[in-house]
């Protein structure tokens, strides 16, 4: 299996509070992404980053900011959380051309709940 | 830009009987292409993938893909399936082009029954 970890693997939280999400990867892949996953729409790319310091919005950024200060952490962030934001959130990884493989690896999830 | 369609949201099968998953992608550039599978309280993982050459893919768990390009179509298939089957697919297609950023359809509810 594919050395990534997600913390914590699950929390409820009060609206308006702040909320980081935390993707860890021991596998030195260059691509990290944070998707969202509700019933009925699937897996939502919200920040995806292509290397240390390099992070590009997906479909449903609005209300979440993400840094990568170092290859192997990716962390997500909710500046206030609504309950919109309610979901289970999955972080990705891929090392893209690398080796000629191109699927992504995902973590466990993490389940959060905004009251 | 790219989309996929799982068109069935739900698939309700017998045990020991084949199964077909339908994905149709739309894209204006050569594609990746790739199944993934997950069960309860899981992330995902992959099923199989297709990046080119022979367009009969076969993956893990005696699951099988066929890519059809003039189709648009990525089938998932499996000739006898097991409760253990039981899970959510999904479907996803990526550009060759190097962004490496996949669309992945709304997913397909896999039930097997005794």
């Known amino acids: 299996d594919a050395g990534i970890t997600q913390s914590p693997r699950h929390k409820v939280t009060e609206t308006g509070t702040p909320v980081t999400l935390r993707c860890h990867q021991t596998?030195?892949?260059?691509?990290m992404y944070w998707y969202r996953q509700d019933p009925g729409h699937g897996l939502r790319l919200i920040h995806y980053s292509y290397g240390v310091k390099d992070t590009d919005k997906g479909e449903v950024s609005d209300g979440y900011s993400v840094s990568r200060s170092k290859t192997e952490d990716f962390l997500l962030t909710l500046e206030s959380a609504t309950s919109s934001q309610t979901s289970v959130y999955f972080c990705?990884?891929?090392?893209?051309?690398?080796?000629?493989?191109?699927?992504?690896?995902f973590g466990p999830g993490t389940r959060l709940t905004v009251t | 830009a790219q989309s996929v369609t799982q068109l069935d949201s739900q698939v309700p099968v017998f045990e020991e009987a084949p199964v077909e998953l339908r994905c149709n992608y739309s894209?204006?550039?050569?594609?990746?292409l790739f199944w993934y599978v997950q069960y309860p309280n899981q992330g995902l993982q992959l099923l199989l993938k297709?990046?080119?050459?022979?367009?009969l893919v076969k993956g893990i768990n005696g699951f099988e893909a066929e890519f059809n390009k003039s189709q648009t179509s990525f089938h998932l298939r499996k000739p006898s399936v097991h409760i253990s089957d039981t899970a959510e697919y999904f479907c996803?297609?990526?550009?060759?082009?190097?962004?490496?950023?996949?669309?992945f359809g709304r997913g397909t509810s896999l039930i097997v029954h005794p």
């Open positions: 596998e030195n892949h260059r691509y």
């Open positions: 297709y990046l080119s050459g022979s367009t």
């Open positions: 894209s204006s550039v050569s594609v990746y």
């Open positions: 996803a297609v990526s550009g060759t082009g190097g962004s490496y950023i996949p669309t």
């Open positions: 990705a990884i891929s090392p893209g051309s690398a080796g000629g493989s191109y699927e992504q690896y």
